[in-house]
């Protein structure tokens, strides 16, 4: 007995002492990762975006996704929220009389939900089958249905609340945008950006979106102004960077330019994300939330590595097990030499 009780206390001394020496050595966050430089993405300009929605169906019909209700009559597509079947939702921020769009008192404006594709994603981090992954080239955040355990550490780790577990299915399956990477063999790109009418969502790569961006930020309010609508078409490609894409007649058109905040959201926070936003009211405001610079991922990633590449994590796990199991382990022992005592 004696024996396997100096096994078992040498096992926590020794669990107890990798855990010490693992806490002596505080992790070093890693660098964020930074977007690829071909990274694609989209453009959201809340001021030229009129509420249609059209991308809102559009998105559905790309990805083959049936319609959610909210309404009794079930006349229309009505989804509250982003979900498993909706990808991309239209979200309204309302004050006061509502009556000028884009003002945050007595105002309205619109902001668009989905994926924003971030350079260093905590969904991809986070998953423990590599189901989420993001793309070398374009860095888009892919997902791989046939990977996925359902474990939902993705839902949790999203700092935007954008994958969404599919509940209503016995083999339930995460459901968030993937940029439409299905359409890019036909040359094809995002449906929201290809069927918006007024170039709110535009599709290109996040540098030349960016770009795009701060141009619109040096406008003067109230000028006219050119805006391209679609997909934006890179100043240096010469054609063929951009090669699989279908070519589009030109389709900018003339408008009045609005009231900015003069930030780029997406530009720098979370580390940067592929999909990027303009808008008139405070972000905050409009639903995104503010976010440091230095992605979550590069954190908690240092911290996994520590407590797992020493076995630091698993000893001390083994070390509490065996505590627990030592106490009952001491009470059998004692009950055997009370047996024993007693024969
Ligand atoms: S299609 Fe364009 S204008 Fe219409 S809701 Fe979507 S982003 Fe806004
Ligand atoms: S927004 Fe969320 S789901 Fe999309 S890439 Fe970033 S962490 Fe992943
Ligand atoms: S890129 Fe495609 S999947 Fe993503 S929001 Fe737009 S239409 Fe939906």
Redesign the pocket.
Known sequence: MSTRRNFLRGMVAASGAAVAAGAAKPAAARETRQRPPEALGLL?DAT?????????A?CKQANDNPAEFSTVDRLWDTPLDTSAHTFNL?KMYRSGTMQTKDAEENGYA?M?TSCMHCADPSCVSACPVSAMTKNPENGVVEYDADACIGCRYCVVACPFGIPKYEYDSPTGKIGKCELCRHRYKDGRYSA?AE???????LFGRSADLLAEAKRRLALKPGETAVFPRGRLRAADEGGVRHAVWREEPDQSYENVVGSYQQHVYGETEYGGTQVLKLSGVPFEKVGMPKLPPEAAAAHSESIQHMLYGGLVMPLAVLGAMTFIARRHVRHDDENEGENRDGR
């Not at 069927?195 to 969502?201: H, L, M, N, R, S």
């Open positions: 959201f030229l975006c009129v509420g249609c929605k059209a991308c809102v559009a239209i619109f668009k929201c069927v918006c009418p007024t170039g709110a969502t």
